[in-house]
Structure formats: C-alpha cells, structure tokens
C-alpha cells in the first residue's frame, strides 16, 4: 500500500483545523458547521424515537446516522497529486505529436521506395545481375569472367547488339558458328576471342528478352560507367535502356523476339523512327 506523506497528512489536519473539525470532534463539529442541513436530521434523531419507537426503528436508525454523512473532502492519494503536479504536454504539441503516425507511415514507405528497385531495364538489370556476379563480381571487378568497369565492357562492345547477342549466345553458342570475335575487333590490346578465358553461358533460353537487355544496361550503365547524358550515350541510353526505351517494352509485351533476323523499326519518344541490328537466330562477328 502506498503511505500517505505525512506533509499531506498534515495539510488534511490544517484543512480539517480551518473548516472547524477537530481531529477527534468530527461529528458534532460538521453539525455545527453545517448548520442548516445537518440541524434538520439532527432534529429528527432526537424527535423520531419519542414519536413512534415501534415502527420508526429503522428511520430513527438512518435519521441518527445522518449527521455524520457530511464528509470532509479526502485529500487526494498521492498518485493524484503527482499526476496534478506533472508537467502536462502542451496543447500545441499535441497537433505535432498526433502526426507521428502518419510520419512513421511516410518514413516506412520512404525505406521501401529507397530499396525497391528502379523501374525499367535498369532495375531489372539490377535484380538478374545475381546471374552474373558470381563470376563477374558483385560490382562488376571481374573475376572468372571480365570486368565490366571502368568502361571496359564497352571497350568489348560499342555496340549494345554485340554485348546482347554475346550473352544470348554464351562462348559456346559462338565457338559452335567458329566465330572467334564477338565484340571488337579493333579493341585495344586486342580484341577478345571466345573462349580465350572460360566458359560464359549463353543466357538465351534463360533469361527472357527483355531480362537479358535489362542485364547488358545495368552492365553498360550501372557497372560499365557509360554516361546516359554523354553525346555518345544518350540515344542509346533513350532507346535501350532508359524506363521509356520502345524495344524494352516490345521485348516484354511480346511485340518481337530478340532471336528474330528481321525487325521493325521502332518509334522513340519524339515520335522519330530508328533502327536496330537484329541480335539474330545465330551469332555473328562483333562489330567495331
Ligand atoms: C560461370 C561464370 C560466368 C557467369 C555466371 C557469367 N559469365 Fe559472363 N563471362 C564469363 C567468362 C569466362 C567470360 C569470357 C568468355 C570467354 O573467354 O569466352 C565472360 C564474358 C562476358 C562478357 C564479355 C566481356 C568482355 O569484355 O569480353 C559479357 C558481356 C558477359 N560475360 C556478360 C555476362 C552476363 C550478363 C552474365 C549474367 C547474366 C554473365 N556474364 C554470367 C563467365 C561467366
């Protein structure tokens, strides 16, 4: 139980004191004190049982307890004092503070938008790169296979096609058509002959079209260090890679196939028509 401090205990006495109840004189105090309401019942105890003392029992009996129903206010527990004497949160602070669940919503929402990938070639690039990086590495350093960084894949391939259709095709698909270089052929130092190296798989079959065009920009462009604002990037960037790039989309609504050795030209966001060169139905030599 909690004890009553005994400041309390004595601001109740004092109180007590000042309303004119003794610490022991409680009762007939109130009486007096009360005066009008507490002289009637009063009256009543003294009168009630000389009036009718057989039937009136139980009257005489609340008419006698009566005067003593006066109480003085109790003083308040000391949990009630301390929650009076709190420090309050004040009104103005209770508008902000009735924001913080739609803070917390938007700062959850704002962590899973910064985790979820982009939208696009790139975004999903980024997620089929697990393909990949066991033997390109992570962020691209190289490892069994190439590195891609630091502009060396594009270095292998000026050309986006040349890169798509080497990953189609894999080292075996280009040693089975006795096809030696699949990107440059004026690359510096050289250019890479299949099979030089390892055995890169080919990904046609396994990926879908549009997951291998995703992959070869996130290489391009994520890892590789192309620059999409660049002269030399930029068409490419907006008609390959870029979220609005018309033949992502006609990959992954099924308008062609990447193994398709004639295609249409597309149409790109300022209505101006371009050309591509098919990947094709098998490899061919890469092109400066
Ligand atoms: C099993 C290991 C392995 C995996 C997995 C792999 N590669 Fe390769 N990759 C290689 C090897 C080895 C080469 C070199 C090929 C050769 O010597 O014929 C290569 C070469 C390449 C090249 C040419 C680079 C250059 O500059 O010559 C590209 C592009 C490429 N890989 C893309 C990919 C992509 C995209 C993926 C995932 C979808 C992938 N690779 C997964 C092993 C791998």
């Known amino acids: 139980m909690t004890e009553i401090p005994e400041h309390l205990l004595k601001r109740s006495r004092e109180r007590r004191a000042a309303i004119g109840q003794g610490g022991d004189g409680g009762a007939d105090a109130a ?24 039937s009136t029992g139980p009257a005489a009996r609340t008419a006698a307890a009566a005067p003593e129903a006066p109480k003085p206010p109790k003083p308040d527990p000391a949990y009630v004092v301390a ?12 508008a902000t503070l009735s924001l913080m669940p739609v803070w917390g919503f938007m700062y959850v929402r704002a962590l899973t938008e910064s985790t979820a990938v982009e939208e696009g070639p790139i975004g999903i690039g ?9 033997c390109h590495g992570g962020a691209g350093g190289g490892g069994l296979g190439y590195a891609f960084t630091g502009g060396e894949v594009l270095e292998t391939f000026p050309n986006i096609e040349d890169q798509i259709r080497y990953v189609y095709y894999g080292t ?53 260090g192309a620059d999409a604002d660049s002269d030399e990037y930029a068409a490419e960037f907006a008609e390959w890679c870029s979220a609005e790039s018309p033949v992502f989309h006609a990959l992954e609504d099924g308008e062609f196939d990447l193994t398709d050795d004639e295609v249409e030209p597309f149409v790109n966001a300022e209505g101006e028509t371009f050309e591509i060169t098919p990947i094709g139905s098998a490899p061919v030599p890469g092109t400066p």
């Open 31 to 54: 009486a007096s004190s009360d005066g009008a309401s507490s002289s009637a019942p009063a009256k009543a105890a003294s009168t009630a049982p000389a009036a009718a003392p057989a």
């Open 83 to 94: 929650a009076k004497q709190r420090r309050k949160v004040p009104w103005w602070a209770m």
């Open 126 to 134: 980024a997620e089929m790169y697990g393909n990949c990086s066991s």
């Open 172 to 224: 075996e698909g280009y040693n089975l058509e006795g096809i030696e270089i699949y990107g440059n052929p004026d690359r510096e130092g050289g250019p890479h002959i299949t099979g030089a190296r390892n055995v890169m798989p080919a990904f046609g079959g396994q990926l879908t079209g549009y997951e291998i065009l995703g992959v070869v920009c996130h290489e391009r462009y994520t890892l590789g």
